[in-house]
Structures are given as structure tokens and as C-alpha cells.
T-cell receptor
């Protein structure tokens, strides 16, 4: 079965600290995309960062970066200089190129940034 | 429009009643997805539309669930004879073209409560 596991149901850090959210997935395919989405209390799902599996270089978007370990099927998200607005649910997901780009989702990690 | 919109924002219905949820995708987006998000969980794929192709209904949980989309415009998700386990947030997402853009843009969701 294709699954995504986020082992941290909840995390909290002080503002300006760095936090890493973990994600592991299970697929036998070699071509896929990986995503981190953020869902604040407004419910709006927002794409944070994405990674193509064929790329070895880790994706970076400003304060957000990933550590992609393809052999280990691991895709962690690092948030640097965390801000109060980063408080949200964070979901890891992947999609296969030959499955209508359906997203397979993890259960999410609730991240709380404390002032 | 500027983004994906969904209506209603919240819906409370009695067990056994039918409900209809609406999604307006981003103009020009050929692909449209419906997901269900139960409280504290990740997203479950329900159905996928791509242009005029036959929809992928593999995620629909029962024959009480159905969805329609006319061309590349509005989609409606219908749940007949609602049950309490149908209570969830229903999210709609659209993307421009599966071969060129795999990013899904999400609407704010409809929170369905079945009493």
C-alpha cells in the first residue's frame, strides 16, 4: 500500500527557532513528486514546497527547505527562523506521475510557534 | 476568479438528507479534484476530473456519493442519505494540466456536519 507517515502529531517551538518536521513514505515507484502543504486555521491548504524525486538537490523556498533521502524514502521539512504565522497543520504528500497526480497524504503535524 | 471557491462554507444537515457541495475551479484549469478531510486527519481522495475524459471515481466511499462537472467549469459533489460518518471538511482543488503542472490549488473547503 502507498502510505505517508508523519510521526510527530504535534510540535511547538519558540519564535525564531528552527524546527524540522519528519515524513516518510512508501512507494515502489521511481518517479513521483513530494510536497509539503500548510493548513492554517482558515482551512486554506497552501503549498509550501515541492520536490521532484528525480532531482537530487534539495528544494528550498526562503525559510523552508527539505532533506530528501530517496533511498530512505524520507522527506523532512526544515523551517528556519520560525514566525508566529507559521503556526498551522503541516501535511506531507506525494503524487505518482501515472495516477492522475492524486495526492497521497500523511495525517499531519500540528506546529505551534510560541512568542 | 482569483482562486478556487467553494460553497457553502459550512453546512449542517440531518441524517438521511441529501446535500450538494459546489466547487468553482480557477479559470482555465482542466483538472479538478475532490478530497475529504476528517477531523485531525489527512486528506482522502474522492474523485478526479480531467477535461472531457471519464472521471476517476476510485476514491468514492459508497454509491451515496456522486459528482458532476460540466466541461472545465463548476463541479458539484452530492451526498445522498447522509450519515454521521460523512461529517468532514470537503476540499476541492484544481490544476492547470496534468502533464505540465502538478501543483493543486485548493479551495477553503465546506465543513459538513450531519446531526
Amino acid at each position: 500500500a502507498q502510505t505517508v507517515t508523519q510521526s510527530q502529531p504535534e510540535m511547538s517551538v519558540q519564535e525564531a527557532e528552527t524546527v524540522t518536521l519528519s515524513c516518510t513514505y512508501d512507494t515502489s515507484e521511481s518517479n513521483y513528486y513530494l510536497f509539503w502543504y500548510k493548513q492554517p486555521p482558515s482551512r486554506q491548504m497552501i503549498l509550501v514546497i515541492r520536490q521532484e524525486a528525480y532531482k537530487q538537490q534539495n528544494a528550498t523556498e526562503n525559510r523552508f527547505s527539505v532533506n530528501f533521502q530517496k533511498a530512505a524514502k524520507s522527506f523532512s521539512l526544515k523551517i528556519s527562523d520560525s514566525q508566529l504565522g507559521d503556526t498551522a497543520m503541516y501535511f506531507c504528500a506525494y503524487s505518482l506521475l501515472d495516477s492522475n497526480y492524486q495526492l497521497i497524504w500523511g495525517a499531519g503535524t500540528k506546529l505551534i510557534i510560541k512568542p | 476568479g482569483a482562486g478556487v471557491s467553494q460553497s457553502p462554507s459550512n453546512k449542517v444537515t440531518e441524517k438521511g438528507k441529501d446535500v450538494e457541495l459546489r466547487c468553482d475551479p480557477i479559470s482555465g484549469h482542466t483538472a479538478l479534484y475532490w478530497y475529504r478531510q476528517r477531523l485531525g486527519q489527512g486528506l482522502e481522495f474522492l474523485i478526479y476530473f480531467q477535461g472531457n475524459s471519464a472521471p476517476d471515481k476510485s476514491g468514492l466511499p459508497s454509491d451515496r456519493f456522486s459528482a458532476e462537472r460540466t466541461g472545465e467549469s463548476v463541479s458539484t459533489l452530492t451526498i445522498q442519505r447522509t450519515q454521521q460518518e460523512d461529517s468532514a471538511v470537503y476540499l476541492c482543488a484544481s490544476s492547470s494540466y496534468r502533464g505540465l503542472s502538478y501543483e493543486q490549488y485548493f479551495g477553503p473547503g465546506t465543513r459538513l456536519t450531519v446531526t
